[in-house]
């Protein structure tokens, strides 16, 4: 009888904080999975670009082509330590007041993830001048000038990119800022027509596009839309966080926690699909609950320690729906609305001003639901009830 | 032109990837690469614990020999010897500016929020209890420049926490019982170590220093007769120049006045430039001194910075900035005094007056250079 709770302590100890340091008895015990350098193309290539580098540190276009790999593992895999990779591969140039132009496109997005946007607007606006054609530091431009929720400077940058890009990149850049500003009907429409108009568009093109799609369908409510878009993204095979935790919380919010569980199975390394995955767990009263929520616990803390906070967002949430946090979850809620004014981030903190009774500390998000005709009927069923509070 | 053709290549592979970024401005949660190192220091010792990533060493030493993607306690067990030595060149621990040596034991492993770490029992013995513990941290520097090692230092007086990494390669921590003498002992010995490994510094008053024992003029070499003129000539450059770089220094560790770091590292590049060439092709012989001033000033704004990466103390500022200047000054001063009697001894010799006065100054003037091109133009030249 006394066996039990020790056999299930000892499941999950592996997964909780820094726990005794130990040392394993059998030499094929496997400690930690790293790319596979004799299987996986990606790891290879990684592996062979990196081995390069390193003897031809200087070597500009290498390090260039090095660092977007890494960045396209970001977006993979979610994993921010190939972030501080890419830096280390460009560091001989990042310091430079004028640095060359891909370079300098490269710093800008290192300076986005740090969530520091005026710098990295700066950066962008330095690539443009000199080449005004150029699509992806346009394409990065729009995306920060979106998370702040300047959807007048959003759509003048989606017009000048729009010679210069696919008419698929145009049509969806065109409907994200639509969308956001009252016409997402209208934005919905012409990205559908514009994805069945251009089906020889690239997969990682079409992702894009359906994602948007997707999620601007569910902000209307329709969400038997947003779901078959969901369902045409995953289905073109690419790894991506971002989708995978869109889709995630599309399928929370439909109450179809358990779902996600198996969406999700086994990608928790991201920080934010391991929230999505502690999310579900709690809604289906999953064994791994206590786990999952424990390891989150444990990231946030570490990522305190290191004095890093572009996390406030995924922190508020998992204070609010999990630890039951209520001014933690306001406090976060409204320090991450200052930096970013995204439809997620309204979210989070009006749920946390009801959960507080706080009325007060949602007007900024009402205002901005005022000023820009946001459409989401989540967003605006939960803004009439934060004004019944008053 | 390389760099053109670069960019068009890369512009062209861009066309490809447009606009599939675009999101990722909406910013993840991150779980960056940390070690965790724990210390406790008691009187001249301490001991703690190391846990680093094996995701991390296996980037900087490829853990994972046979390339499956699986890291096995066998393949770990194999490379413990080569893991502490890679360690152990990255952490260096110093006791009042001493360096203490740091033992690393048998290694166990551990389990972290985001993976297995390997974890390296520490054992320091410095030479005496120190009452600044100074720890350079350069783990991963070169290899991801956003890793950081999330320190917890156990002292008598409590525990503290710190974050080290490429931000603040070098930091101090006082250990609380050291009194103000101790405190200002360790940021002299600091002085003095920062002139002596500063080049930049030490060619500009040397160059100064090279004729005060003799001269070329009108095509002769003129040694000088009177061993107290030399002395008379050194002392007042050595002072202009330690007048002027302790104003500077003062008022930019104490906030008054600030400057751009490149401009400062420029301007002092520039200055030995000058002190050098003035010995080949003389502008002003008997006026060094007041060439030391002028550029002394310069060379302050670079003592500040240096001092500012030291970390100073909250409440004993001044404390740190005397001591810190006048460690420099005694630096100084050990230099002039090996200096002046052998070039006194030496300055007949054809030895001294061409291949040291001129030869000399000729180089220091074309290394100088170079530093200045660098420093201007933000390019790497040199290898060190």
């Known amino acids: 009888m006394f066996r039990r709770p020790q056999f299930l302590l000892c499941l999950c100890l592996p997964t909780l904080v820094a726990a005794a340091p130990y040392t394993p008895t059998d030499d094929t015990q496997v400690l930690e999975r790293v790319p596979a350098r004799s299987s996986d193309p990606r790891a290879r290539e990684l592996h062979a670009l990196r081995q390069q580098l390193r003897q031809d540190p200087q070597n500009l276009a290498l390090a260039v082509r090095l660092a977007q790999r890494y960045y396209d593992e970001v977006a993979a895999q979610g994993d921010p330590r190939y972030i501080g990779q890419a830096q280390a591969a460009l560091q001989p140039w990042l310091g430079l007041s004028d640095p060359p132009p891909p370079v300098r496109l490269l710093r800008a997005i290192l300076l986005q993830f740090d969530h520091r946007f005026d710098e990295a607007l700066a950066d962008l606006d330095a690539v443009l001048r000199a080449a005004p054609d150029h699509v992806e530091a346009g394409a990065w431009r729009t995306a920060i000038l979106m998370v702040r929720a300047d959807y007048e400077g959003a759509r003048a940058s989606c017009r000048q990119l729009a010679p210069f890009t696919t008419p698929l990149s145009a049509a969806a850049c065109a409907a994200q800022v639509d969308a956001a500003t009252g016409r997402a009907a209208t934005a919905a429409a012409s990205l559908r027509a514009a994805l069945r108009d251009h089906p020889q568009a690239s997969a990682p093109e079409r992702l894009w596009s359906l994602t948007r799609l997707a999620e601007i369908e569910e902000r209307r409510g329709d969400a038997a839309a947003a779901e078959a878009a969901f369902r045409e993204a995953q289905a073109l095979g690419l790894p991506d966080v971002y989708l995978q935790a869109a889709h995630a919380d599309f399928l929370l919010d439909q109450g179809r926690a358990a779902e996600v569980l198996v969406l999700l199975q086994g990608r928790g390394r991201a920080d934010v699909l391991l929230l999505r995955l502690a999310l579900a767990a709690k809604a289906t009263g999953d064994a791994g609950a206590a786990a999952h929520a424990a390891e989150l616990r444990a990231r946030f803390d570490a990522a305190r320690q290191r004095g890093d906070t572009s996390h406030r967002k995924e922190e508020s949430r998992f204070a609010l729906a999990i630890e039951g946090d209520v001014p933690r979850a306001l406090a976060l809620a409204r320090e991450n609305w200052v930096e970013q004014r995204e439809a997620a981030d309204a979210r989070i903190l009006l749920e946390a001003a009801l959960a507080a009774r706080d009325a007060d500390a949602a007007a900024p998000v009402l205002r901005w639901l005022e000023a820009t005709g946001f459409e989401s009927t989540v967003l605006r069923a939960l803004a009439a009830r934060v004004r019944e509070l008053r | ?384």
Not at chain 2, 118 to 132: A, D, G, H, S, Y
Not at chain 2, 147 to 155: A, F, M, N, S, V
Not at chain 2, 292 to 309: D, K, Y
Request: glycine share 8%; net charge neutral.
């Open chain 2, 1 to 384: 032109m390389p760099a053109r053709d670069v960019w068009t290549r890369w512009r062209r592979a861009l066309l490809l990837a447009a606009a599939l970024a675009l999101w990722a401005a909406a910013g993840w949660a991150h779980k960056p690469s940390d070690s965790y190192l724990s210390l406790t220091v008691a009187d001249a010792t301490a001991s703690g614990r190391w846990d680093i990533a094996l995701r991390d060493l296996d980037l900087a030493l490829a853990l994972d020999a046979d390339g499956d993607g699986l890291i096995t306690w066998g393949e770990l067990r194999a490379r413990h010897g080569e893991i502490a030595a890679y360690a152990g060149a990255r952490l260096a621990i110093t006791a009042d500016g001493e360096p203490c040596t740091l033992e690393i034991g048998a290694q166990q492993v551990d389990d972290h929020t985001d993976g297995t770490y390997t974890v390296l029992p520490l054992r320091v013995t410095c030479p005496r209890p120190p009452v600044v513990l100074g720890l350079a941290y350069t783990l991963f520097a070169e290899l991801d420049p956003q890793h950081r090692g999330l320190l917890q230092l156990g002292t008598p007086a409590g525990t503290r926490a710190a974050i080290l990494g490429p931000l603040a390669p070098l930091q101090r921590f006082e250990l609380g019982h050291g009194g103000a003498w101790e405190q200002f002992a360790a940021y002299l010995r600091d002085g003095v170590w920062h002139i002596w490994i500063g080049f930049d510094h030490i060619l500009f008053l040397l160059s100064l220093l090279l004729p005060a024992v003799g001269l070329w003029a009108a095509r002769r070499w003129r040694p000088v007769e009177r061993f107290a003129s030399a002395f008379w000539d050194v002392l007042r450059i050595v002072t202009s120049f330690t007048v002027a770089h302790s104003v500077t220094l003062s008022l930019a560790t104490l906030g008054f006045v600030s400057l751009p770091s490149r401009l400062v590292e420029s301007a002092i590049a520039a200055s030995v430039v000058v002190a050098a060439l003035n010995n080949v092709w003389p502008l002003f012989l008997g006026r060094r001194w007041l060439m030391a001033f002028a550029f002394g000033l310069v060379h302050g704004f670079g003592f500040a910075s240096v001092l500012a990466e030291l970390g100073l103390p909250q409440g004993t500022l001044a404390l740190a900035l005397v001591g810190f200047n006048v460690g420099v000054e005694l630096g100084q001063l050990a230099i002039v005094l090996v200096f002046l009697p052998l070039a006194w001894a030496v300055r007949r010799s054809w030895f001294y007056r061409r291949a040291v006065l001129l030869g000399g100054s000729l180089a220091i003037a074309a290394l100088a250079a170079v530093w200045l091109a660098e420093r201007v133009f933000e390019v790497k030249l040199l290898p060190w």
